[in-house]
């Protein structure tokens, strides 16, 4: 049941055939994507400041909070946010390079363990083990690294 | 327990007293809070498409990622984001007015009451009821205005 509904979440992130809102200028996928994004570095930087420096008191209502924070973004369905005219050879203020869609099976696959390991995250905050979260902390940051690796300009 | 839960998410979002990341610079801060918004922004736009306009057809579990989203938002303790001295006549590139610090049980007010339709809403969007889910985003809706109409500059 869990497994399904992120499977269908996953798919749903990578899917461009059904898009959830009305059509959106490239501008405004632009904005909303680097929101999104900034949104999750956001969260990111409190499991790491509670959870990995320990530079602020574990508080796991707050790890909990954050976790889903990340996982709710990964299931938000992004991919509608990503048009192909998107690209920063072609619209301004963006660094989605071309490759996104040159290489649609590596951009899946890095979207799918994004997702996978948010997911995971979400879990392992509920638990309230502080090392356990230090370690999904690092996994799902491995993938945020994986995209922007292959996907998005320096 | 879903009550009390959301109380104390609610107290968390105002508490100024316990920081959840390491201390943020008013840059970031005002960056991180215009992320949320405009992430929160971006589902409130599915939402309306689907259950509202019917621009777009209902897709419940669409619906219910947007309101987990925004949910998930509202429960992330945004109080964090905003010190005294990130208002717009302190500094550069935002629009919070100063009247946020002037009048804080106003403040507390728009916050609880953003809060606790953002949890009614995820609550709504599980149920797959289309007509409630269109009235509860309009009370949402209600929400963001009341806080833009009192502490957010034109």
Known sequence: ?????????????LSFAMPASAQMSVEDQIEARQ?????MSWNMGKIKA?????EVEFNAD???????AIAAVANSG?????????TLDKAENTRLKPEFFEQP???????M??????????????????AALARQFAAVGETC???????RAK
């Not at 049941?1 to 992130?13: D, E, H, P, Q, R």
């Not at 929101?35 to 949104?39: L, M, N, S």
């Not at 509670?50 to 320990?54: F, H, K, R």
């Open 35 to 39: 929101a999104a994004y900034q949104f």
């Open 1 to 13: 049941m869990k497994k399904t509904s992120f499977v269908s979440a996953a798919a749903l992130a």
């Open 105 to 111: 099976e590596k951009a899946r696959e890095v979207g």
């Open 145 to 151: 690294k994986a995209c922007h690796d292959n996907f």
């Open 50 to 54: 509670q959870a990995v420096d320990g």
């Open 78 to 86: 992004m991919g509608a946010l990503y048009s192909p005219d998107s």
């Open 113 to 130: 363990n994004f997702g996978r390991e948010a997911n995971k995250l979400q879990e392992v905050a509920a638990s309230g083990d502080k």
């Open 62 to 68: 707050q790890m909990k909070a954050a976790a889903n």
